[in-house]
């Protein structure tokens, strides 16, 4: 595959067993084929960020749907937490957002539709998600299914988040719809 484009492949992930049970399978404590694959990836992706952001944004998506996009921006956020960095994952794919119930957690709570209308601050649905990293990671949920996400994505409150994600966070993971269905990517 490698010979058929000029991009670079920077890891490679085997199918893991527990995607529909656990929506994070990595762990500092865990060893696991998965888990040492993300932790390539990680190190291989630190080598395609520019080191003079303090913040750096990883956009995750794929052609179509199902492809493990929100699976694999949930790991690669823990595996930075367990750097010890300080991190964001952001529930971006606001028409079918996984995240949120992969977590188990409540589908009414507030999250980046009413935060892009204006109805919340990002401290207000920051969520904390703690785990045995050594700080947590903060999860911003999608929040309701808006009937216009594109146009939120793209409105006048997208630079109030990026600023306080700049000022709050070293990495920030977007989970995103697929690009080869939407143009919300």
């Given at each position: 595959?490698?010979?058929?484009?000029?991009?670079?492949?920077?890891?490679?992930?085997?199918?893991?067993?527990?995607?529909?049970?656990?929506?994070?399978?990595?762990?500092?404590?865990?060893?696991?084929?998965?888990?040492?694959?993300?932790?390539?990836?990680?190190?291989?992706?630190?080598?395609?960020?520019?080191?003079?952001?303090?913040?750096?944004?990883?956009?995750?998506?794929?052609?179509?749907?199902?492809?493990?996009?929100?699976?694999?921006?949930?790991?690669?956020?823990k595996s930075y937490?367990?750097?010890?960095?300080?991190?964001?994952?952001?529930?971006?794919?606001?028409?079918?957002?996984?995240?949120?119930?992969?977590?188990?957690?409540?589908?009414?709570?507030?999250?980046?539709?009413?935060l892009l209308i204006g109805?919340?601050?990002?401290?207000?649905?920051?969520?904390?998600?703690?785990?045995?990293?050594?700080?947590?990671?903060?999860?911003?949920?999608?929040?309701?299914?808006?009937?216009?996400?594109?146009?939120?994505?793209?409105?006048?409150?997208?630079?109030?988040?990026?600023?306080?994600?700049?000022?709050?966070?070293?990495?920030?993971?977007?989970?995103?719809?697929?690009?080869?269905?939407?143009?919300?990517?």
């Open positions: 595959m490698q010979s058929l484009s000029t991009i670079p492949v920077i890891g490679e992930l085997e199918q893991t067993e527990n995607t529909r049970s656990d929506a994070i399978v990595i762990g500092s404590n865990k060893r696991s084929m998965f888990g040492e694959q993300i932790r390539t990836l990680r190190t291989n992706m630190t080598f395609y960020l520019p080191q003079n952001n303090t913040t750096n944004y990883i956009m995750i998506t794929s052609s179509v749907s199902g492809e493990g996009k929100s699976f694999l921006s949930s790991n690669i956020a937490a367990i750097q010890g960095k300080k991190v964001a994952l952001l529930e971006f794919d606001l028409r079918r957002p996984k995240i949120t119930k992969a977590l188990k957690l409540p589908d009414n709570l507030p999250g980046l539709s009413a109805k919340y601050t990002a401290e207000e649905i920051k969520y904390p998600l703690e785990t045995e990293a050594p700080i947590p990671f903060d999860f911003y949920p999608a929040g309701y299914v808006p009937p216009n996400p594109q146009e939120l994505v793209s409105g006048t409150y997208m630079d109030a988040l990026k600023s306080y994600l700049d000022a709050n966070y070293e990495i920030v993971i977007i989970d995103t719809p697929p690009l080869g269905i939407v143009a919300d990517a």
